[in-house]
């Protein structure tokens, strides 16, 4: 399933060169996931019951074209791989002239909350990686 989220480019996200700052797109990004989560009916407090969390292992961003103040943006999300313990998530940033603005491959591991050592994927949640 492929969630959107949509944001405005606030004045603290800008950097001294006027766009916005490499850092916020990781910022950007995670706000998109959570929707993803969220929408997916996978919040933390339902991975939590199911004993699990997930932590981010790996990113990969792709800056295409600058954003500035002001500017209206959509995060894209949406599960591309899925194997025993981890995952991947394509995320995609537009502006508002649908031109893409970044993109990033993030990959996540499944934890066991009491071990804090990798646990196979929850079948609600690769439900909703292979949905």
């Not at 394509?90 to 499944?110: K, P, R």
Request: contains cysteine.
């Amino acid at each position: 399933m492929e969630v959107t989220l949509d944001i405005v480019v606030r004045s603290t996200e800008i950097d001294v060169n006027g766009h916005v700052n490499n850092a916020k797109y990781l910022e950007y990004f995670e706000w998109g996931r959570e929707e993803w989560y969220d929408q997916s009916g996978l919040s933390y407090d339902v991975l939590s019951a199911l004993g699990v969390q997930t932590v981010t292992v790996n990113i990969n961003i792709n800056y295409r074209k600058e954003c500035r103040q002001g500017d209206r943006l959509t995060i894209r999300s949406r599960p591309v791989k899925a194997g025993r313990t981890s995952f991947v998530l394509q995320q995609e940033l537009y502006n508002q002239a649908g031109e893409l603005c970044a993109d990033a491959q993030v990959t996540s591991v499944t934890i066991d909350i009491a071990s804090r050592t990798s646990h196979p994927i929850p079948e609600a949640l690769r439900n909703a990686l292979e949905g």
